[in-house]
């Protein structure tokens, strides 16, 4: 892994980073990868002729299995409050961004 | 009297008997934490609602609706959410974040009456196995003020080690828990995958990912497990387990397994030999123990370093500067991001998301991601065989005692390689205890070494059963 394919990885990541830490980044990543490697061969010197591949699916909640008015959270104006004071900007009751279009 | 070295069930008792009141013990652990604070830099803040919540335990003594850890002072891991107080995870870029709600866990602890002195400090979003990585600097050992506390839940270790608070939580993706108790010579628990609600849990990897109690003693532990187990609508995850512990029901723990040949290559050898006595005593009092073999746990922190980090570029992807925490500005709306989670997330955690995001982009999902759950299966298989034939798994916690800090966090390979005996207990889902079981010398001091019992999935009762009999013959 080089720099600019690090330099491509951090734009996708939406993480800045100079020139100086691309150049780091890229020969650790390197050396993390060469020894995450050995998965590569692990499978194949398996004696298991069949393994399971990606076996996660996400796990919801039964829809037999219903909240409580009351255990919904709360949607009292105080607690939307707290959620809003949390963004770094609103404006009234909704979140400020940067024009996007 | 001497408050350090109570337990839970002693300060419980003497709470009941009204031998001592509430605010007397709390105020002994809040006045040792802010004491030792500058010198071994547990606390990230303290709480300032403490007052209140004694007032509120010792009403519950004193009308009789007490529970076993009513009016005990606990500390909480930062990642941990409590209604209203800041929860930064060790970072600069949730400084300022107050929780909007109570995760699960501290919810049940409020209601049953703890009190929560302060938030513990941490490596940044948990990433890290020594607590260098959070952005406020290095918990110190409570051993050796020069070496690291572990990680990443260093902050609640020390402060159980120090007498800092009775017992503490901490979370465990890949030895958070148990490798900070290790060091610091306390009992640390990582429990079963799903026993434990992760709601109100800051998430690293959402498939390891474990809340977990630091205690003194076993029995303090599965105090604080029982009252924060079980299914909880607010995550789909978590089960109570029920089908998985009736195959333990009536059975005879008897038979020990220890993967030898796992144990032979890079564990410090006075740590081999603590390790090495401990078997003996098991044999001692009639334990039998067994050679296993677990093939494939050589490729652990490989399928480890390739998950994870897949995970993490995930769930870090929240942090974006818009909805909450720190935001740095920018000309346009992506130089918000940029320079937010440039400037804002720190090296490690800028590390594993890159790592991750290539991990999981378009032509090497199936070289790495892929290929790591395949290998994860052939783990998860190995400890089914392995639990085909004995009850327990027995091995050390850690191949050496607490580092010196700064020795391995310019090489992250080299940090990584600290987990090689704990992250296989989080691929597998199977719940794990680390246990004192001794010291070994470095530098004229004396560093805690420890026992790491594991069991079947949701059989956390083996581990309590098998480890306070450990202590007896300690």
């Given at each position: 892994m080089n720099k600019q394919d690090v330099k491509k990885i951090s734009d996708l990541a939406r993480i800045e980073m100079s020139e100086e830490e691309l150049e780091k980044m890229s020969s650790e990543i390197e050396s993390v990868l060469g020894y995450v490697d050995q998965i590569k061969t692990a499978v194949s010197d398996s004696s298991e002729s069949r393994i399971e591949s990606v076996n996660i699916r996400n796990a919801f909640r039964d829809l037999d299995e219903k909240f409580e008015e009351n255990e919904i959270f709360e949607t009292d104006l105080s607690r939307r409050k707290n959620i809003l004071d949390e963004a770094p900007e609103t404006e009234g009751d909704y979140i400020k961004v940067k024009k996007i279009l | 009297m001497d408050f350090q070295k109570l337990t839970i069930h002693q300060a419980n008792k003497l709470l009941i008997e009204k031998k001592i009141s509430v605010k007397e013990l709390v105020d002994f652990f809040y006045n040792n934490a802010n004491q030792k604070n500058s010198q071994y830099n547990t606390y990230l803040g303290f709480y300032d609602d403490v007052q209140s919540q004694i007032n509120k335990a010792q009403k519950m003594i004193d009308d009789g609706v007490a529970t076993k850890i009513t009016g005990i002072p606990i500390a909480i891991k930062d990642n941990i959410l409590i209604d209203g107080k800041i929860a930064s995870a060790g970072s600069k870029i949730l400084e300022n974040y107050k929780a909007t709600f109570d995760s699960t866990v501290i919810k049940k602890l409020k209601d049953a009456g703890a009190i929560f002195l302060g938030r513990t400090n941490m490596d940044e979003f948990a990433m890290g196995g020594s607590t260098e990585n959070s952005a406020y600097g290095p918990t110190k050992n409570a051993f050796d003020i020069n070496r690291v506390a572990g990680g990443s839940s260093g902050g609640s270790a020390v402060a159980v080690a120090t007498s800092c608070a009775i017992a503490s939580l901490g979370s465990d993706t890949g030895g958070s828990i148990r490798l900070p108790a290790s060091f610091n010579g306390v009992v640390g628990l990582k429990p079963t995958y799903g026993a434990v609600s992760r709601h109100g849990l800051m998430a690293m990897g959402s498939s390891l990912d474990v809340i977990g109690p630091f205690t003194k003693d076993v029995s303090d532990s599965e105090l604080i497990f029982d009252l924060i187990k079980g299914k909880d609508k607010y995550d789909s995850t978590s089960s109570d387990g029920q089908k998985e512990k009736e195959i333990l029901q009536n059975k005879n723990i008897k038979k020990i397994g220890v993967p030898f040949s796992y144990l032979k290559d890079g564990i410090d050898s006075d740590v081999l030999e603590n390790f090495n006595k401990s078997i003996e005593k098991f044999k001692a009092n009639g334990y039998e123990i067994v050679d296993i073999k677990l093939p494939n746990l050589k490729y652990s922190l490989a399928v480890y370093y390739t998950l994870m980090p897949a995970e993490v570029s995930s769930n870090m992807a929240r942090y974006d500067g818009v909805k909450f925490g720190s935001k740095i500005s920018g000309e346009k709306l992506i130089d918000d991001y940029l320079k937010t989670r440039g400037n804002l997330l720190g090296k490690e955690v800028r590390r594993r998301i890159i790592l991750g995001t290539y991990v999981l982009s378009a032509g090497y999902a199936d070289e790495y991601y892929n290929k790591a759950w395949q290998v994860r299966n052939m783990i998860k298989g190995d400890f089914v065989n392995a639990f085909k034939e004995v009850d327990v798994i027995l091995m050390?916690?850690?191949?050496?005692p607490a580092f010196k800090i700064g020795e391995k966090i310019n090489d992250p390979l080299t940090m990584y390689l600290a987990d090689i005996f704990t992250v296989f207990v989080n691929l597998v889902g199977v719940p794990a205890i680390s246990i004192p079981d001794g010291f070994v010398k470095r530098d004229d001091k004396n560093l805690p070494t420890s026992i790491q019992l594991i069991a079947p999935h949701f059989c956390e009762q083996v581990l309590f059963e098998i480890g306070k009999k450990f202590e007896t013959i300690q």
């Open positions: - | 050390p916690t850690s191949p050496t």
